[in-house]
């Protein structure tokens, strides 16, 4: 199978069939408590730890992002797509912007 894995360190201390360690306990990973249960994700740009209480909220939050940045990109594909925040950031900073047409 063709799985990414991630590692930051080797262990000197193993293999063991029965031990040492723990199942099912809070863990520590950079700083970041990690419970059992705890949605763990990761791709090329990192980790994210989500508690599994937040798992369901995350997971609409994510949809609806997922949602918005597609409609985003079928307005830019279109041309439709009308960048205002950035143009009033611009306009703030005293940038002169184009006229529209």
């Given at each position: 199978?063709?799985?990414?894995?991630?590692?930051?360190g080797?262990?000197h201390?193993?293999?063991?069939?029965?031990?040492?360690?723990e199942i099912?306990?809070?863990?520590a990973?950079?700083?970041?408590?990690?419970m059992p249960?705890?949605l763990?994700?990761?791709?090329?740009?990192?980790?994210?730890v989500?508690?599994?209480?937040?798992?369901?909220?995350v997971y609409?939050r994510?949809?609806?992002?997922?949602?918005?940045?597609?409609?985003?990109?079928?307005?830019?594909?279109?041309?439709t797509?009308?960048?205002t925040?950035?143009?009033?950031?611009l306009?703030?900073?005293?940038?002169?912007?184009?006229?529209?047409?």
């Amino acid at each position: 199978m063709n799985v990414p894995s991630f590692a930051v360190g080797v262990t000197h201390r193993g293999p063991y069939k029965n031990g040492p360690g723990e199942i099912n306990c809070p863990i520590a990973i950079g700083g970041m408590v990690i419970m059992p249960g705890d949605l763990v994700l990761g791709d090329a740009d990192g980790v994210v730890v989500v508690p599994i209480d937040d798992v369901a909220e995350v997971y609409e939050r994510t949809v609806a992002k997922h949602a918005a940045e597609n409609k985003q990109m079928e307005n830019i594909k279109a041309g439709t797509h009308k960048p205002t925040w950035f143009n009033d950031a611009l306009a703030k900073a005293g940038c002169e912007l184009p006229a529209e047409s």
